[in-house]
């Protein structure tokens, strides 16, 4: 038979107390003398007594436990940004449960559905990069659970999001490359859906006009981000009657897979070809020939400040929050060439 778990109840029969008076000594309430509190802290120790999360639950409407939906934990951004929301998340006594999309809508769609009915305080979500409709978000609110977007995040009004200005960070790479002496630069950017691909687009049209590089728009192809289509971009650029010296990829990723393309083309890196990619992943220290330089985008920072943003929605008791949108500075980082 299984043991019954000791109660609130128990303790305050076994003292002579009431039960109310047990639970304001277990969380050291000033209104209870130190005898009683340690009596009460004491037999609670020697009887194994935990917390009923349960009733807590049910008593305060909350589970202290919120919801984190990413692409990839295998992507080093996503696993540095997952740091950054447990820190903040743990020392406010808050659980998180993660789940991956693996970059597919309907997966995301389902681990939506399968936290709000854990009945989780809030989400914290990284698009996947084929997330084209939003309705699986929208629907949260009428379960009173907030949504915080960062990274991969959509254009949806009166969101709550944190993202890095790709932008600028953008146009010092086209700056970087053009200073080297390159006048074909090439733009390899990710899926239209993505407001990180408008951004480059838009910041890369910009850094080539600023530098005097006129555009071609053979220079400008897409991959949705798998090693074959990344693969096919570089084909693609590499056909061009005058091909380009030096890509802007749309993350380190993309720049790797890209970059093994060109060496089975007899390419040498950094000399016949550059690159400038995103994330600043530290696995790139560790190459011979690492891009020349990547935009840096703060993961734990933006984890962080997303965790923060969400739980001050949810404590926010008098619903006096308006939506708000966080919105840090890239920066360009030379790996050292």
């Known amino acids: 038979m299984q043991k019954k778990l000791p109660t609130i109840k128990e303790i305050a029969r076994r003292l002579n107390v009431s039960a109310s008076t047990v639970s304001r000594a277990l969380h050291n309430h000033p209104s209870i003398g130190l005898r009683t509190k340690m009596q009460v802290q004491a037999l609670a120790k020697e009887l194994n007594y935990e917390r009923n999360e349960t009733a807590i639950f049910f008593q305060k409407g909350k589970t202290f436990t919120i919801g984190v939906v990413l692409p990839r934990f295998s992507e080093e951004f996503f696993s540095v940004a997952i740091s950054g929301i447990e820190d903040f998340a743990s020392n406010n006594k808050y659980h998180v449960l993660i789940g991956q999309s ?14 709000k009915n854990s009945r989780i305080d809030g989400l914290i979500v990284s698009l996947a990069k084929n997330t084209s409709s939003f ?14 977007f960062f990274d991969c995040i959509p254009d949806l009004p009166d969101q709550n999001s ?3 200005n790709l932008q600028h960070g953008t146009m010092a ?7 080297k002496g390159h006048k074909r630069i090439a733009l390899i950017n990710g899926p239209d ?6 951004q480059r687009e838009m910041a890369y049209l910009a850094g080539l006009k600023k530098n005097n590089i006129k555009q071609d728009t053979a220079l400008m192809v897409r991959t949705d981000l798998s090693k074959e289509s990344t693969y096919a971009a570089m084909e693609q650029l590499l056909q061009v009657k ?3 010296t030096a890509i802007v990829a749309f993350n380190d990723y993309v720049a790797l897979e890209a970059m093994q393309y060109a060496r089975s083309r007899k390419l040498r890196i950094n000399k016949d070809i550059c690159f400038v990619s995103f994330a600043h992943l530290s696995v790139c220290n560790y190459l011979d020939n690492p891009p020349l330089a990547s935009v840096e985008q703060f993961p734990y920072e933006q984890g962080y400040r997303a965790m923060e943003l969400l739980y001050n929605i949810i404590t926010d ?3 006096k929050h308006k939506p708000t949108q966080i919105v840090l500075e890239s920066k360009l980082v030379p790996w050292g060439i």
């Open 135 to 148: 309705e699986h978000f929208e629907n949260l609110r009428n379960y009173n659970i907030p949504v915080v």
């Open 317 to 319: 008791t008098e619903n």
């Open 162 to 164: 944190v993202s890095c």
């Open 242 to 244: 005058n091909p380009p």
């Open 173 to 179: 790479g086209v700056d970087f490359l053009a200073a």
């Open 193 to 198: 859906q993505l407001q990180a691909s408008a």
């Open 102 to 115: 693996y970059d597919d809508m309907e997966r995301e769609k389902q681990i939506v559905t399968t936290m």
